[in-house]
Structure formats: structure tokens, C-alpha cells
């Protein structure tokens, strides 16, 4: 899977464009989320379930995960609302709508959203434009090929990624090369069956880890409580 960043956008006019030719390979809908205050209006699929596709399936269990919003983006996004980010670089692994790379932009930081999807980054420019009005740059990644170019960042975070044990190492490595010395790592997760694993692999990798929170979450008949992770290098 090549990783160059598809689509790209240099001007609000190219991302208009660009929700255009969504809304017309899409039946989309708009999900409006209240982030610290601020409301955010995410343009997503109508229905995920109309985006699985039994080819991506059997090729590697491919789900289109990334067409929801979930609880864990809710919290991460929140706290990143709280964070100072001028002069700050974030990454995040997994940006699925762009709810957090929102968060983020709002209060500064320059952004580098990734996905395994190439939807996952078009709808996440369009989201970041319409509602921080910043043109957030995207790369498409593969954890299980995580290229060596992305540098290193202030601050990287992901929201409900572990759900698979495989993922575990993959998510450590990719921590592990993106995190400087004095850099901050965040992972939202509600309880995921990956988490364990993750934490050991840290470790094993020379990160440290620790629990800044739980935090519940609930809106209409969800209910989680959703584990803010920190990893750092020591």
C-alpha cells in the first residue's frame, strides 16, 4: 500500500471541491459534536455498514472503523482542546473523521493526520477546513509497513485502536518512532482487548506509561469509561 499522501490540498477552494466529490460517491450525513464548548460538524458516511467490502475482508480483516465516531475520539479530542499547541507538532495514528486533528487545530498545533484508509483522510481534510478552518496535512500509513520518514512530534495520540491484540506491537513501534525524547504520547481506550499488550510492549521499547484518567462517557444508550494513556520516553 503506498503511503504518499492522496489528494492533497493547498487552498479552502481545493477542499470545498474536494467535500463536493464526497458528498457525490458518498450518501453522507452530518454528526454535530460539542468539543470543550465549540461545536463540530462532521460530514461522515450515512451508514459504515454500506462501506464494508468482502474483498477488503479477506485480504487482511479490513473494517471501515473509520467511518463512525466514537466515544474514545470524543474524549481525546476534549483534552486536546485543553492543550497549548502553537509551535507544536502533532501526529495522530488512526485520524478516522478528523474529530481530534479539529480539536487540535483550533488551538494551534501543526497536524499531520494518518489512516489506513484513503477515505478516512479525504473526509478528515474536508471536517478540519469546514470546522477550524486550517488545511491539515494527511498521509495514508500502514502500521504493519510504518514508514521512516514521518520524524518525530510533540505530541501523538490515537482513540480506540486497540481492538485487535495484533495491533498492539505495531501501535508500540509506531510510539516508539515518533516520540522524542521529552515528547508525549496519548491513547484514548475504552477497554480494548489490545490494551494490555500495548502497555507490555511499550515498556519493552523503552517507553514509559501511565494512566492520566478515566473518563466517563455517555450519550443516549452508550456508556463507557474511556482510559486516557500517557507514554513518554524517559
Known sequence: ?????????ATGADVDALAGILE????????LVQVAGRDVDLLHPANADDLISEADYVKDERLPYWADVWPSSHVLA?????????GRRILELGCGLGLVMTAAAHVGFEGLATDYYEDALL???VNVWRNAG??????????RDFPVDLGTFDLVVASDVLYERSYA???AYAYARTLPRGGRGIVADPGRIGRDAFLTECRGRGLAVRTMAEVPFAAGKIRQSITLLEISRP
Open 134 to 143: 486550517a488545511l491539515v496535512a494527511v498521509r495514508l500509513v500502514d502500521w
Open 123 to 125: 473526509f478528515a481534510q
Open 169 to 171: 506491537p505495531l501501535l
Open 24 to 31: 457525490r460517491r458518498f450518501r453522507t450525513a452530518h454528526t
Open 78 to 86: 476534549a483534552h486536546v482542546a485543553g492543550l497549548e499547541g502553537s
Open 1 to 9: 500500500m503506498s503511503d504518499a499522501a492522496p489528494h492533497p490540498v
